[in-house]
């Protein structure tokens, strides 16, 4: 019993959610790309240089292996070290789907210095704490420990993704787990409506697939299958070794190049390209005649992390917000669509979410109805877009921004959110925004360029729908078939 509680686990709907979700919060781009609108960029750019950038610094140096070591020393008396790897779900084929993630399964089973309990003893007996999870773009180890416990932390992390044994009777006893985690995943109805959305918006590419990966596919994947991801996809460029709290880069730079420096160098070939993901407007309708409600998500497509119009989005993603009958003052809530809700009585709760990925993304809203207001809620829901696109205010608009300033900020209260904002923005960025430069970007946006940018993205765009229910909303999701592939009709 001891040893179990080492390792603090999120089930893998909690992390996908979490993943999802924070994800519509961060910058990623390539490095170098300007991300600004005209002259708001302009003016972005000056205010940028005039403030104290990060503080405390992200340090980061790349290794000659590619291997990239980013760090932020806090001061504290704690510290998260962890792996990020630009390799996930997304790099899998309808064979190997779901290897990734089983992978990470498998990454605390033992090694070839360590078994199963010595590991959880020994991370039990530092007081730290070991997780994982995996994404559709990447699968991510970390620890949280003390600072002195540092070099430990480096060294079980690089005994972890480099001497995993992979035993066939821990591989056949993770199958169990895998399949049962995904009988859990099936009894969440967000989780499931959303990876209906990214099947129907992303039909036959490796966005479409989920996380976890068909039944069959567990029941077949093999040791062979996880060696050979690793060899493929874990390789020096790909991987991030970030690190937040009371971290000496110095010293977390030496223990990189002590663990890592020459193993990582041994992978030869090519970088796997990452394959495209072309998106459909179409939708995909599930009938459960058990169910009370109709749970259901609608959206457009929208841009990756690097793209310019990215924090325009986040910001009229903020501007629709989320409501839930649990909350209090509906009527006097600032989000305009809320109001409607909670006036027309239209549903349970809705949640508006900005989920970006390297070249693609996807805009939209999830909401709990009753059959008989599906219909209703659409037509405010796409009448809420249009006002994006043509009415929308300034002073909405810098309500918004605050709001969204305000909870990227909140977000980071932390080593660990910390490492993952390094980790993540390393990924793709090659290096961390600093906030203030974040916020200058954020306050470039006004009433105008959200008109301009909702106009280009929600205006006359064809949806991708997903919907899970009864028998009676199909049919009012019917009377409205038409608006919902028309968006110009408003």
């Keep these: 019993m001891a040893a179990a509680a080492a390792r603090v686990v999120l089930s893998s709907a909690a992390r996908r959610r979490l993943w999802g979700f924070s994800e519509s919060l961060l910058i990623r781009g390539a490095a170098g790309r300007s991300l600004y609108f005209g002259e708001n960029r302009l003016r972005s750019t000056q205010a940028a240089t005039q403030v104290v950038l990060n503080v405390p610094e992200t340090r980061v140096t790349c290794l000659e292996s590619g291997l990239r070591v980013a760090s932020e020393d806090s001061g504290l008396s704690t510290c998260t070290v962890g792996l990020w790897i630009d390799a996930g779900s997304r790099y899998e084929n309808e064979k190997n789907n779901g290897t990734a993630h089983f992978l990470e399964h498998m990454a605390f089973k033992g090694t070839k210095k360590r ?53 066939e009777a821990e591989i056949e006893r993770e199958r169990g787990v895998i399949l049962r985690e995904m009988q859990e995943v099936e009894t969440n109805l967000q989780e499931v409506v959303f990876d209906y959305l990214h099947a129907t918006a992303y039909q036959n590419t490796a966005l479409g697939r989920t996380i976890l990966g068909p039944t069959e596919n567990i029941k077949s994947i093999s040791r062979k299958d996880l ?47 990452l394959p495209p ?13 058990k169910m009370p409600l109709a749970h259901l998500a609608i959206a457009v497509e929208a841009v990756g992390w690097a793209h310019p119009d990215t924090i325009c989005l986040m910001v009229a993603n903020t501007l629709i917000g989320n409501w839930d009958r649990s909350f209090g003052g509906g009527m006097n809530l600032s989000s305009k669509l809320a109001q409607l809700t909670c006036h027309g009585n239209l549903c349970h709760s809705f949640q508006s979410f900005n989920t970006s990925y390297t070249d693609t993304g996807l805009w939209g809203l999830y909401m709990v109805c009753e059959s008989s207001t599906v219909a209703d809620m659409l037509h405010v829901v796409q009448k809420e877009w249009m006002r994006l696109c043509t009415s929308v205010t300034e002073s909405e608009v810098a309500r918004a921004r605050n709001l969204l300033k305000t909870n990227m900020l909140l977000q980071l209260d932390g080593s660990t959110p910390i490492c993952e904002d390094i980790g993540r923005q390393m990924l793709c960025y090659n290096r961390r925004i600093p906030i203030p430069e974040l916020e200058a970007r954020i306050d470039a946006v006004n009433a105008e360029t959200i008109r301009e940018v909702c106009t280009k993205y929600i205006y006359n765009r064809s949806p991708a729908i997903a919907a899970v229910g009864k ?20």
Excluded at 277 to 289: A, L, P
């Design 115 to 167: 078994s199963q309990l010595d590991l959880e003893l020994e991370i039990e007996n530092m007081g730290a704490h070991l997780n994982a999870y995996t994404s559709r773009e990447q699968t991510v180890y970390y620890a949280k420990a003390f600072s002195k416990d540092l070099p430990r932390a480096v060294e079980i992390l690089a005994d972890i993704i480099q001497n995993s044994t992979l035993g």
């Design 227 to 273: 060696v050979d991801y690793i060899t493929t996809h874990y390789k020096g460029p790909r991987i991030v070794l970030a690190a937040a709290g009371g971290v000496s880069h110095d010293e977390l730079l030496d223990l990189a190049k002590f663990h890592f420096g020459d193993s990582l160098c041994t992978h030869k070939g090519e970088i796997p390209a």
């Design 277 to 289: 993901c072309k998106f459909t407007g179409s939708e995909i309708r599930v009938r459960d005649d």
């Design 471 to 490: 028998p009676g909303f199909f049919s009012s999701m019917q009377k409205v078939g038409q608006v919902l592939l028309i968006n110009s009709s408003f």
